[in-house]
């Protein structure tokens, strides 16, 4: 297919890039408010207790941060601890860490509300963020330059996926509410379509990318999944679902496998080798609810699926047809919301997703918070939650960057980049 030229890239001056506000309060600036609004503490299940925020901060009063790391080291070169508990031991201190997270950066760049996030693979300080008119923000938030900022059609033009081309970091491929997967550089000309819908009524609402294998995956609102190669060659087009294709996502590890998610309940798992049908799937995964997301975890062995409710699993990738992990969690779906989807930590197995408080949810307390949740991935417990009070939205996408430092959140028209106390005013 022909490239098509995007609409020139423009400086835009309406992104509002600020850095995090002195009058931003301390945990214990917040006691007082904190022991009115009832959240969860960290280290304690969300199926079994709720404690306060000023109480779950408390409990994070450990010895210092170094200690254990340095503690942990020391075992393992004395062979006293095995390289889990070395692991173990420098989550912890991360987890400790959370503490000290605050928001240091804010964009607020569109007119409608932010629908896709990717950080930058080799870039630790740099994003790009896909809006529902088609928008797209590329932001270094390390330099004091105003992000380049790529504008869309409009209605009609919602980013859903995003992903820098790990070939050329220059470059990024999205899929789109326009019809079309493509690649795209960061001047916003279109250099190649892999795959273009002829009608409106069917358009991209997912992609990945594999390096190894130089393919490209993308799924369609009518339950198609396409796998094409780097040059744009259609490998093949199957009906893989019976409804939208919300996600897939090839194995980091081992990238022949495939799990795609959709609105039809189920998230099916395949082997790009065997591929021959929609039946040709090596598992598939029923849910109670439509699922908005299964992602992988950085090593390949587990699988975390988000439905549309008030789910989250924990799949182990050596024993599918074992019962998942399963970890309660307020996230429903609302139309005009961009749907919540939990993501992994890069480097630990945490897991990160933002709260909606619901009502109707068994644990939920009066004045609950619209939190960050982290948790274990192992355990399913909760370990931390974020929250800044001038910042009290949804916050529907976030993400750590590669170095696993720096978290971006996606809170409707907003964007926000949470740092270490120190490291944030420092940057």
Request: charged share 20%; hydrophobic share 35%; glycine share 6%.
């Amino acid at each position: 297919m022909a490239p098509r030229k995007r609409p020139e890239t423009q400086k835009t001056p309406e992104v509002v890039v600020r850095p995090r506000s002195k009058r931003n309060r301390t945990p214990r600036e917040l006691e007082p408010e904190a022991k009115k609004l009832c959240v969860k503490g960290p280290g304690s299940s969300r199926r079994f207790d709720s404690g306060c925020l000023w109480a779950g901060l408390s409990s994070l009063r450990v010895p210092p941060l170094c200690s254990s790391i340095v503690r942990a080291l020391h075992q393992h070169k004395l062979g006293t601890a095995a390289w889990p508990s070395l692991q173990q031991g420098l989550q912890q201190s991360f987890l400790n860490s959370l503490a000290s997270y605050r928001i240091f950066q804010k964009a607020a760049p569109f007119d409608r509300r932010a629908t896709s996030l990717a950080w930058h693979p080799t870039h630790p300080s740099t994003l790009a963020v896909g809006s529902k008119g088609g928008d797209i923000l590329l932001w270094n938030f390390g330099i004091k330059d105003k992000p380049t900022f790529i504008k869309g059609i409009g209605a009609g033009g919602s980013i859903t996926g995003l992903k820098f081309n790990p070939l050329n970091t220059n470059q990024f491929f999205t899929s789109s509410m326009e019809g079309t997967t493509r690649l795209q550089d960061f001047k916003g000309n279109t250099l190649r379509v892999f795959a273009s819908s002829d009608t409106c009524n069917v358009w991209f609402c997912s992609l990945d990318v594999s390096v190894k294998s130089r393919l490209v995956v993308t799924g369609d609102n009518v339950g198609h999944v396409i796998l094409l190669n780097m040059d744009g060659r259609e490998l093949w087009n199957l009906r893989m679902h019976k409804k939208k294709v919300t996600h897939v996502a090839l194995n980091p590890c081992c990238d022949w496998l495939l799990a795609t998610a959709s609105v039809d309940q189920t998230v099916k798992i395949w082997d790009l080798r065997q591929v021959r049908g929609k039946s040709s799937f090596l598992h598939s995964l029923p849910h109670r609810h439509p699922v908005n997301a299964a992602h992988f975890s950085p090593d390949g062995a587990q699988l975390l699926t988000t439905d549309q409710k008030s789910e989250i699993r924990v799949y182990s990738a050596c024993r599918w047809d074992c019962p998942p992990s399963l970890i309660p969690h307020p996230h429903r779906h609302f139309q005009h919301l961009t749907p919540i989807k939990a993501s992994w930590h890069p480097r630990y197995n945490l897991i990160v997703v933002g709260r909606y408080p619901d009502p109707n949810f068994k644990s939920c307390s009066p004045h609950e918070l619209r939190t960050i949740d982290v948790f274990d991935g192992s355990s399913g417990k909760i370990m931390y939650q974020l929250y800044d009070p001038e910042s009290s939205g949804i916050m529907s996408l976030n993400e750590f960057n590669p170095m696993g430092d720096t978290l971006a959140s996606v809170m409707g028209y907003h964007i926000l980049v949470w740092s270490p106390e120190d490291a944030g005013t420092q940057k």
